[in-house]
């Protein structure tokens, strides 16, 4: 037999060359293979130590657990749970009434993902003849996997048991069940049994800042960070890693990022990662680019790390970049990055078609596309970027769907205009599983753009009473758009009067929207001066009125809005609308003259305004500049950003071709107008995507039936 000194001359050997295994054979001794397995840094190493377990015919609980533990660590959890099925199935495998072991076995479980069968064997434990009585290392890597279950009722029945045997104070059963009860959303009871702990270590602190964090209180977990500081307990790893996702002041984090370098942590590529994640949160996207730059060995994380960090900063064309670069280092990127790149695709304002299908080509090509995740963010990218059918083609062949998916599609019928076929699928929805309060958004969101009075209330009614979900604000605003896009303005405050909770900006900025399709001077005024109160810095909410009181005459009063913003330092966000020509984006402002073809384009677009005022076109100059001369107002109507994108794709595109635009606010009323008789009058498809919804222009019409 060799010493342990030997065995671990053999492993360093085999750790320096690890292509081959050690010169020398490795004893038959099940604690030194159990040490061996613990330190084993990879596969290669660890298989070979696994084939001369068994070719040792070593069969020994203790190694069998180690094994697992490592198998999981390493990304194979089967493999170890295969290890641990014959004592998990039958427990008379274990040495009568030796804790340790049973200790072993659930916390194997617990590492290899078997959380419930952790579950059941410490049930079993605890029935009379179970045979061992749990102590102090049993309840965390149980109630580790209470936490994981959400068996948050079973966590508490594991919390009376600790304290029934008394191990409730035991440090590491309080800081397992700080961490279980945050998890749940107890934050009191966490808080509590917090505030109770004389002595407190790192994993303590640790615990409680995470409860904090996920539960929604990042600045309590900011302040109990620095109280930890005060205390002179000395953070580690984790500490900073779940402390960073609080950060969202710059300050803060140059802060805590000197604090990390402090304590020679700043060299783990994980923490870099995190660090990476914090600076962008934080606005602060060319420092998380530097910080990139810099990693000397990058991981899959860093790199989807900083493709979130742009698909976050809407810098959509330098995450796919970076994406690029990615593939041609034959770095092949995981469900993580992938969705990264999907949902950037969704939610950028210059993302194109073209994007979303090259995402989904190589989420076939590298195998992904079955992952339920990556297929429902690869069919709201098809969504967002106007192509339903696309969408609906994925949908339909989804082997497996959840409440995410569905609520998903849905939505995309909605955004589009087709609230009959968002119907019909929540209808084919509710016979498969329960919605839940998002899906219930999604078809009455539906509902409101196309106008389904009847089949809106029905849905709102039939969340409580058939489905016991309480409404929230989006609910009810949804409501709220719905009356009011059908003009009845008075039922729609009525309903907001009546409400059991106190409506909140969702629900008034409905009301006011209403207002821009059928103004109200009244209900306009009600409705902005709560705007005003609850989201003062919302600049669209003041020209949306201001638009209002144009439309009704009142210049006087539109004036005092444009003032009032001025005093308050609110801010217009410029209007913008994009093309995609030739794989090249073309970003167009109001009287826009830096493209090249300028000339050409403004030329057309005068011959294009004679040819759809001939067909009936009567330019709305309520959505034109003020306080001018008539005639100037139509010509400023004449140069939106809408119409010279879309002229622009005319005298670019083939007779046959689709137009697609991407307006960053709401589409102008007489930019919609104007757009239904250039579709009419140019025989063109005009696809436009704006801040609200999708319009699908052709011959005339427009999808959305003015119901917008």
Known sequence: ???????????????????RPPSLPLPPEPSSFATAVRSSASLRVLKPLHAAVLRHHLDDLVLSVALACRYSQLGLPRAGLS???????????????????WNLLVRGLVESGAHDRALALYRQMREPR??????????????????????????????????????????????SLISMYGKSGALDTAKRLFDEMPDRSVVT???????????????????????????????????????????????????????????????????????????????????????????????????????????????????????????????????????????????????????????????????????????????????????LSSARRIFDQMREKNLVTWSTMISGYGMHGRGVEALELFNRMKCLMKPDHITFVSVLSACSHAGLIVEGWQCFNSMTTEFGIVARAEHYACMVDLLGRAGQLEKAREFIEKMPIKPDSSVWGSLLGACRIHPDAKITELAATSLFELDPQNSGRYILLSNIYTSLGKIEEAHSIRVLMRKRGVKKIAGYTVIELNNKLYKFLVGDCSNPQSDLMYRELERLMDRIKEAGYVPNTNFALHDVEEETKVKSLYMHSEKLAIVFGLINTGPESTIRIHKNLRVCGDCHTATKFISKVTKRKIVMRDSHRFHHFSDGECSCGDYW
């Open 1 to 19: 037999m060799f010493p342990r000194s030997t065995v671990f001359r053999a492993l360093h050997q085999w750790r320096s060359n690890a292509d």
């Open 83 to 101: 290890l641990l099925s014959p004592a998990a199935a039958d427990p008379s495998l274990l040495p009568a009434a030796d804790t340790f072991f």
């Open 130 to 175: 179970g045979g061992a009585q749990p102590n102090n290392f049993t309840f965390p890597p149980v109630l580790k996997a209470c936490s994981y279950l959400g068996d948050f009722e079973e966590g508490v029945k594991v919390h009376d048991d600790a304290a029934e045997l008394g191990y409730d104070s035991d440090v590491f059963v309080r800081n």
């Open 205 to 387: 602190w640790t615990a409680m800042i995470g409860a904090f964090a996920q539960n929604g209180h990042p600045e309590d977990a900011l302040a109990l960070f620095r109280r930890m500081l005060e205390e002179r307990v000395r953070p580690n790893r984790a500490t900073f890693l779940t402390v960073m996702p609080c950060v969202i002041r710059c300050h803060d984090a140059d802060d805590l990022h000197k604090l990390i370098i402090r304590y020679h942590l700043e060299s783990e590529v994980i923490v870099q990662n995190a660090i990476m994640g914090m600076y962008s949160r934080c606005g602060k996207i060319e420092q998380a680019r530097k910080l990139f730059d810099g990693i000397a060995e990058k991981d899959l994380a860093s790199w989807s790390s900083m493709i979130e960090a742009y698909a976050r900063a809407d810098m959509f064309e330098e995450a796919m970049k970076l994406f690029r670069n990615m593939k041609l280092l034959e770095i092949v990127p995981d469900r993580v990055t992938l969705l990264g790149v999907t949902c950037g695709c969704s939610n950028s304002a210059v993302a194109s078609l073209r994007h979303a299908r090259l995402i989904h080509g190589f989420a076939i090509r590298s195998l992904l596309i079955e992952d339920l995740m990556v297929e429902t963010a690869v069919i709201d990218s098809y969504v967002r970027r106007g192509s």
